[in-house]
Nanobody
Framework: QVQLVESGGGLVQAGGSMRLSCAAS????????MGWFRQAPGIEREFVAS????????RYADSVKGRFTISRDNAKNTLSLQMNSLKPEDTAVYYC????????????????????WGQGTQVTVSS
């Protein structure tokens, strides 16, 4: 499995920006589809974004499309999520995740197909 550690969460005002990072170790990072999910209190964990192994393919939830950008650096084994124009409804614990097997499809990546999870990082957007 891939071990994942998120960083970069915190408190930001509505309209602000924040960048989350996820450091990966273990099996070959570049062979795994990666993604970000989030979970707010009382709500199921939801998909935010996914990225292909090469980084050329990305997919976003409608709620974040145009505001968030997912990227990866395979040389540094890192995954990032740039969040702009943040809204109070973006408040949640954000998790990075790796696919449960290598060479998967980023278009099908979901919480049920994730095999490794980070510990989560809190993002709070104040109004």
């Amino acid at each position: 499995q891939v071990q994942l550690v998120e960083s970069g969460g915190g408190l930001v005002q509505a309209g602000g920006s924040m960048r989350l990072s996820c450091a990966a170790s273990g099996r070959t990072f570049s062979s795994y589809v990666m993604g970000w999910f989030r979970q707010a209190p009382g709500i199921e964990r939801e998909f935010v974004a996914s990225i292909s192994m090469s980084g050329t393919g990305t997919r976003y939830a409608d709620s974040v499309k145009g505001r968030f950008t997912i990227s990866r650096d395979n040389a540094k084994n890192t995954l990032s999520l740039q969040m702009n124009s943040l809204k109070p409804e973006d408040t949640a614990v954000y998790y990075c995740a790796a696919d449960n097997s290598p060479y998967g499809l980023f278009t099908r990546f979901s919480a049920t197909s994730a095999g490794s999870w980070g510990q989560g990082t809190q993002v709070t957007v104040s109004s």
